[in-house]
């Protein structure tokens, strides 16, 4: 099932001269001068670490804040569109920015990057376990949060793709990793390690179905974390003539859309469309996946392919001059491996604004 997100004139970012909130104002400060001692004065026996200096940002539309980088995370509150917000840093994916927040107990927060417009974000710091994030995986596509290592113990809840979790343990073999979970058993829970990206494994402690810590390195023998099997993509029983999602962009109602599923082969969904009616002729696309493929994608006018369009790759994106007032009709598909299981979850950002 896909996720879909239209956003309106104040819900997502577009170009600065259509957008009618003002832009955030980024102020970078220095650092004062340091004095340097008198000879006669003792030298000092420290100097305080700098800290990074925040940066501004201002929300895109409504979102909640949680306590930890991840949708599953407690919610601490909401901030509304077009508030000014200081980011500290961002969690190591680029997901996730961590903000002041007075109404937190540490005055710190998480909120979801793609709804927060800053400058520079590649210049934000990441957020280590030096600023008490620790180790931590990232979510590949939405799974189970389990009260133990391995798929016959219950389902505590679920996560989803691009959460970050903190990790606390993990089993003998490292195919199942503990987290924090507030609402499991002690605060903790259980995911597999092949739907997620997590560095830094062995460094885990080993800790038993009980919960008990029972080793702190790997012992010798023992395989390396192998590859979990991933689930075929639900089918969305979508087709060209009866797209997932019809979008039909104006000035004063859905300015952008914001797509998220999956595909798999040979065995799943193959392929999603998503149709859009622009008002403007420019429209700009940009594809992000996460998986073991690549995503083909394919925009069409009627039974024609567009001519000017030349396909998309993941992580990029490109721009269309189209025609406003007809619907278009974007095919997107997984890339032929030559037999072997491919799964991709992704993202479509479709910005319909001039």
């Not at 001269?17 to 340091?34: D, N």
């Not at 109404?103 to 417009?117: E, F, I, L, P, S």
């Not at 149709?275 to 069409?300: H, M, N, R, W």
Request: hydrophobic share 35%; with cysteine; proline share 10%.
């Amino acid at each position: 099932m896909g996720l879909l997100a239209l956003l309106g004139p104040g819900c997502a970012p577009g170009p600065a001269s259509s957008l009618s909130t003002p832009s955030p104002i980024f102020v970078t400060s220095t650092l004062p001068a340091t004095v340097a001692p008198s000879s006669t004065a003792p030298p000092p026996t420290s100097s305080p670490a700098p800290t990074a200096t925040p940066r501004a940002g201002m929300t895109s539309t409504q979102l909640y804040v949680r306590g930890q980088p991840a949708s599953s995370a407690a919610q601490l509150g909401l901030i509304g569109p077009a508030t000014a917000v200081q980011i500290l840093g961002r969690d190591p994916s680029g997901n996730w920015y961590q903000i002041a927040y007075a109404q937190a107990h540490d005055g710190k927060a998480w909120v979801a990057a793609q709804y927060v417009r800053a400058e520079d974000k590649d210049t934000i710091p990441v957020i280590g376990s030096e600023a008490g994030l620790g180790p931590s995986a990232t979510v590949m596509q939405q799974i189970n949060v389990r009260s133990g290592p391995g798929t016959d113990f219950a389902s505590l809840g679920t996560l989803n793709p691009k959460d970050v979790v903190p990790l606390t343990g993990r089993d003998s073999s490292g195919t199942w990793l503990q987290i924090e979970y507030a609402s499991g058993p002690g605060s903790r829970g259980w995911i597999s390690a092949g739907y997620v990206q997590a560095s830094g494994i062995d460094g885990l402690p080993i800790v038993a179905e009980s919960g008990q810590v029972v080793g702190t390195r790997t012992a010798t023998g023992v395989p390396p974390t192998p590859t979990a099997t991933l689930a075929p993509a639900a089918d969305d029983h979508d087709t060209a003539d009866a797209p997932a999602v019809k979008a039909v962009f104006s000035p004063a109602g859905a300015g952008a859309l914001m797509y998220s599923s999956d595909l798999s082969a040979p065995k799943g969904d193959p392929a999603d469309w998503i149709a859009f009616t622009p008002y403007q002729s420019t429209v700009t696309i940009k594809l992000q996946c996460v998986g073991s493929s690549e995503v083909e994608v394919d925009l069409s006018l009627g039974n024609r392919v567009v001519a000017d369009w030349g396909g998309l790759s993941c992580g990029n994106s490109h721009v269309a001059m189209l025609s406003p007032g007809k619907q278009y009709v974007l095919k997107l598909s997984t890339v032929d491996a030559g037999g072997q299981p491919a799964y991709v979850r992704y993202t479509v950002h479709i910005q319909g604004w001039p």
